[in-house]
């Protein structure tokens, strides 16, 4: 009996610490969408945690870029499609959706904290967004928000927490940007030509010829020539060997 109480209290504690390990990772947002590895950071506002990182997607609208996020991962709210402003929720990670004013072809993704959502944002203009039981709990223990409405019309309706700029690289290696794709090539050491190049023509191991490296070189067993990479020459002669016979003799007294 005392085994199996003892074995009952184990499974009991096991199920308490994989409980708050889940509730923590959901807490800090593992489960959203990995939006730095997708689209370029283009800026930056935070003080302390309330955070916000916005982001661009090029050619893209709002429920473009909504079904993408979602598709990833799927949200424990979404707003309904709207060609303006959408709204994603991943745990205490609020994406804000929003057609780029002055480039209406773009659509800004900006990731905001849950704090920086309590302290900043109209709680009438949520409204039209998120649930009622969501908001409740953003502002009523928090006590009102501000007038911001977005980083789209963040001219007219300034956020109460700092103000927004271009990510600098501590920023970057927070919420890193899009690495951008590029083809490079490998060129040969003294070459005048970007044809020499390893990698022209699409292979890495086709090189085109030029004026200053006419012909393909190559490493090959030399005849003793003396040259760089000549190798020394093998002695095929068998060693000699003496064949003997000896002996151990007593040293005489005298």
Known sequence: MKGRHGRSLLSLKILLVISLVMSLLTGCGIGAPNVKETYPLESVNRSGNATSYVYRAADKTVPEVAKELSDEKTPDQMSKEDAEHMFLVYGHDYYHLQKDPKKETDTLIEVDSQEYVQKNYD????????????????F??????????????????????????APTSSDKKVAPPLTVEKKGSIFRRGSSGG???????GSIF???????????????????SGGLFDSPKKSYTKPKTRVGSGKITRRSRR
């Open 123 to 138: 709680s009438s203009f949520l409204q039209g967004y998120l649930t009622a039981a969501l908001i409740g709990h953003l």
């Open 206 to 224: 086709d090189r085109k010829p030029d004026s200053t490296t006419p012909s393909r070189g190559k490493i090959s067993r030399g005849s003793g």
């Open 195 to 201: 044809d020499s190049s390893v990698g022209s023509g």
């Open 140 to 165: 009523d223990s928090f006590g009102g928000g501000g007038g911001y409405r977005g980083y789209s019309s963040r001219d007219i309706y300034q956020p109460k927490q700092g103000t927004y700029h």
